[in-house]
């Protein structure tokens, strides 16, 4: 019989952020030498650069100090490190148009940041480029309640914005596991999907529009808040996604949801994968229009997490969980729905156990171990993650692969992701970066996912760690229009360069 079973409260959230790295071992090795890079030709910081950068920031916003400048250089992940000694901290579009305008002369290579939580390595530079780190513009322009369009500046932290606009009755239309320290505009660089794309959609469709920089200091107002507008080129839909290579996004307008009266999640154990797609299938028919999210991962994604960080898995050990969560208008409708289809699926025997809650402290108890999965991964240890698109038959199938192509040269392999977007994250956990078993891993995976005809990057883009693989999902044809608009848009590439798009 299903029961609902007593959830525990969980500690403070982690989410990454800068840090202070205080030990050499915990400093990874350059990104230039760990993948054997070349510099492009680029001209190299001069002091006179720096006084030119302090005149139009002030002293504060100029960091030059070698222990001020290196949790910029290093991602969250710790598997790229730069050599930037830079970093600009502009506060107004106008200062961002200075600092590109000044560049782009100087041919002085510049990497924009954000919140600095993305996993292919594009937030941080491989060189000396400049960063730009965009966390200073951060104020909330206007919002509108009753079109739910919000206008803020690129460096809003995700959950801050979320908080804000949940006062006035609406959401963010993304959430993610990095929300406490992910940026807006590093959202809309990476066009990041999340846990509740499957409802809302990706950015493509709700970002309103953007302001951005290109690489000579122009800047591109398509700050439009209309729902409809085809005048000509959808010019925002270049700066969605192009990871900072083609210009710096500096403001968004973004469509905000209205807040679900009604939210309940379900978290099942389920006995097997063939299980899950059944589970999904039945949930998006009999839930319909009221389900929000649908995520799953595999046992040593739960429960790696739960040991690691000492998080108490609410449901006892299963091959596979679910976590369901439904957003509606009216509770008891909402409730009455979950139930028959937890009846249902109970006695079908899809559903092995679980629990279902409508409290908020019980509901976040679950998603923090969902959102931890990830950061547990590198506590201690080395993390390789993929996250790959790929048809649901086949969605788990690479896991198993993966464990007996690894053996015993890796600590864990698992997978878990948002499975109702055919999202896969893989995660293979070892000790230390060893060389052997990254080729025992690249171009592998992205073989496998390309001769089911998926996508290499789902979700967290091309970065630095994926350009030279970019070919597995992108036709010669594709690739050519893309050089020709990044060329267009920045002759000169100072713009993130080593990032998205392969040598030639
Ligand atoms: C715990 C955890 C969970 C995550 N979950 C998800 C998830 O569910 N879905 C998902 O899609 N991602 C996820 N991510 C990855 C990451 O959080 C996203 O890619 C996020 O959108 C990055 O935002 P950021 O502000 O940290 O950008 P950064 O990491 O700073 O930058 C990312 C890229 O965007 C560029 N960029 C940043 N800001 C700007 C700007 N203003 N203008 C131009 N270029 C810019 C950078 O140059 C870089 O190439 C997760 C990460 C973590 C750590």
């Not at 919140?115 to 480029?129: C, Q, R, Y």
Request: with cysteine; aromatic share 8%.
């Amino acid at each position: 019989m299903f029961k609902v079973i007593k959830l525990y409260s969980i500690p403070a959230r982690h989410t990454p952020s800068l840090v202070k790295y205080r030990s050499a071992s915990q400093i990874p090795q350059l990104s230039s030498e760990k993948y054997k890079v070349k510099r492009k030709d680029f001209s190299t910081v001069q002091a006179n650069d720096v006084n030119y950068f302090k005149s139009v920031l002030g002293e504060d916003r100029v960091l030059t100090e070698e222990d001020d400048v290196l949790s910029f250089n290093i991602d969250w992940i710790r598997n790229c490190r730069g050599q930037s000694k830079v970093v600009l901290k502009p506060k107004s579009t106008e200062e961002v148009s200075q600092i590109l305008s000044y560049c782009n002369e100087r041919r002085l290579a510049v990497c924009p940041q954000g919140g600095n939580t993305g996993v292919v390595g594009g937030s941080v530079p491989v060189f000396d480029e400049i960063i730009l780190n965009l966390g200073l513009l951060n104020k909330v322009i206007s919002l509108d309640d009753i079109s739910g369009a919000l206008v803020c500046e690129t460096g809003c932290v995700l959950e801050k914005l979320d908080n804000y606009v949940r006062q006035h009755g609406l959401i963010m239309p993304l959430d993610l596991g990095a929300k406490g320290s992910c940026h807006i505009g590093g959202n809309v660089s990476t066009n990041a999907g999340g846990l509740r794309l499957l409802r809302y959609g990706n950015l493509h469709g709700s970002v309103l529009g953007i302001e951005a920089v290109k690489a000579d200091g122009t800047v591109i107002d398509c700050l439009k808040t209309l729902k409809k507008d085809n005048t000509g080129y959808h010019l925002k839909h270049l700066f969605i996604g192009s990871e900072g290579t083609l210009g710096v996004v500096t403001k968004v307008a973004i469509h905000c949801p209205a807040m679900p009266k009604a939210v309940t999640l379900g978290y099942f154990g389920v006995e097997n994968f063939e299980k899950v797609l059944q589970l999904y299938k039945s949930a998006k028919s009999s839930l319909g229009e009221i389900l929000s999210a649908f995520e799953m991962a595999d046992f040593d994604s739960i429960s790696s997490t739960a040991r690691i960080l000492n998080l108490p898995n609410p449901i006892s050990d299963f091959p596979f969980y679910v976590i369901l969560e439904t957003h509606g208008s009216d509770e008891d409708h909402d409730k009455e729905k979950l139930h028959r289809f937890l009846t249902n699926e109970m006695k079908s025997g899809l559903i092995l156990d679980g629990t279902i809650t409508s409290e908020p402290s019980k509901m976040q108890a679950v998603w923090n171990i969902r959102e931890n999965i990830a950061p547990a991964g590198i506590v201690g240890t080395y993390l390789f993650t993929f996250d790959v698109s790929l048809p649901m038959k086949n969605y788990y199938e690479i896991i198993p692969k993966l464990r007996q192509r690894l053996g015993n040269k890796v600590n864990l392999v698992f997978g878990f992701g948002h499975i109702g977007d055919g999202n896969l994250h893989i995660n293979v956990v070892m000790p230390e970066y060893t060389r052997e078993v990254a080729e025992l891993l690249e171009p592998y995976v992205f073989e496998e996912v390309s001769a089911l005809q998926g996508s290499i990057s789902a979700e967290h883009g091309v970065g630095f760690r994926k350009p030279h693989y970019i070919h597995y999902s992108k036709d010669r044809s594709a690739l050519g229009l893309m050089r020709q608009i990044k060329t267009l848009m920045d002759p000169n590439g100072i713009l993130n360069p080593y990032k998205v798009l392969p040598d030639e």
